[in-house]
């Protein structure tokens, strides 16, 4: 993978309201992490688009250009810091709205040590359960590999020609390019092929019962002065008129 050059500056820059004036003026402001150290930065919105819109994305591999860089000195070793940084993008912070870059994290690396990455998985071929009424699902859109900084493939081809209705690809499936390995756990699935999901209809709510009515039953009490109170009124003599 070619080194792709990215131009910075140092940030002197720091807190809410100053990276917003950064921001207005199509700068993004940015951290170089190596080990411990930090080291702030900030980057044209323009030339970071077009650095990670190539067919590596956000995977990268950047020859971080920061001016004068080679005149900071680090407050440890007291060493001058090289002009160029070998970097890849750590995170990217994006507006939950707008979706514009907001920040991002470089890490330094080496081009000939080993490191870890997620790369994206890219599907090929035409199953033929999808022309059976199937659909494809993918359970995993990207997986972690371990290559040298200039081995990081692009994607992870899955050839799904042969799949069938309830077919499915598991990781340890996967052929990865060589000097890349592929990390996670072997039976983990990545993309399915399955019947449609039919949503079932909820059953109609039952009728609600209605509630019998309740016949109060007589207190003892009350008996007693009903039975007293009819015979006295059966001897009561009728009215002369």
Not at 107 to 115: A, D, M
Not at 185 to 206: D, N, S
């Amino acid at each position: 993978m070619a080194e792709i050059k990215l131009e910075a500056q140092i940030r002197e820059e720091v807190g809410k309201e100053a990276v917003k004036k950064l921001r207005k003026q199509n700068l993004i402001p940015a951290v170089v992490y190596k080990g411990k150290n930090a080291l702030n930065i900030k980057v044209s919105t323009k030339e970071l688009r077009e650095a990670i819109h190539t067919k590596a994305g956000e995977n990268v591999v950047i020859n971080l250009q920061i001016a004068d860089d080679s005149q900071k000195k680090t407050k440890t070793s007291g060493k001058t810091k090289g002009a160029a940084r070998t970097v890849i993008i750590k995170e990217i912070q994006y507006h939950p709205v707008r979706g514009d870059i907001l920040h991002l994290d470089f890490n330094e690396i080496s081009l000939t040590e080993v490191l870890t990455v997620k790369v994206p998985i890219k599907v090929k071929g035409e199953a033929p359960g999808l022309k059976e009424g199937g659909v494809l699902e993918h359970v995993l859109w990207e997986i972690e590999v371990e290559c040298l900084p200039t081995e990081i493939p692009e994607n992870i081809p899955v050839d799904v020609s042969q799949m069938k209705i309830g077919d499915a690809i598991l990781l340890e499936n996967l052929k990865a390019p060589a000097g890349v390995k592929i990390l996670g756990e072997g039976q983990a699935t990545v993309i399915t092929l399955g019947l449609p999901h039919v949503e079932k209809e909820e059953a109609a709510p039952a009728e609600e019962m209605l509630e019998p009515e309740v016949i109060m039953e007589k207190k003892p009490e009350e008996e007693e002065e009903e039975a007293a109170e009819k015979p006295r009124k059966e001897k009561e003599p009728e009215k002369q008129s």
